[in-house]
Structure formats: C-alpha cells, structure tokens
C-alpha cells in the first residue's frame, strides 16, 4: 500500500507543477534552464517517475513566483 500511496502523491504533485509551470506560459525547458535542472528531469517530475527533493520543489516555486505551499497544497 505505502508504494502505491507514494505514485498517488508523486503523479499529483507532477501534475500541480505542470498545471502551475503553463499557467505561468512557461515551457519545460525554460523552466530546467532557470532551475539549473535538464529538462529530462522536469519532464521526470511532471509525470511523477521520480520523487525530487523539497530544494529542487523550492527552485520550481522560486522560477514560477509562487511559494512552494502553492505546489505542495493539492
């Protein structure tokens, strides 16, 4: 149950930071560039493959001008 959990709450926040990233009209790429990230790893996080960490989620806010409880509240 815990690793089903874990996918549940890795595709939902992918899919906050997608919402929020075009929202903002800002695309994948740019958002790694700012970030310091590739855009692979963006793509990864959006679609929930991998877990980052809370300083990457901090520099996705920071990029996107909202605060990381905007991206952690879904």
């Known amino acids: 149950m815990k690793a089903s959990y874990n996918k549940n709450v890795l595709k939902r926040l992918g899919r906050k930071i997608k919402q929020l ?4 009209n800002i695309s994948q ?3 790694a560039f700012e970030c310091g990230i ?6 990864r996080i959006e679609t929930g493959e991998i877990n980052t960490t809370i300083g990457t989620l901090s520099l996705i806010a920071k990029v996107l001008g909202i ?3 905007d991206i952690v509240d879904f």
Do not use: A
Request: proline share 0%.
């Open 29 to 31: 790429t740019q958002l």
């Open 38 to 43: 590739s855009q692979v790893q963006v793509s």
């Open 21 to 24: 990233r075009e929202k903002e």
């Open 67 to 69: 605060s990381l409880k």
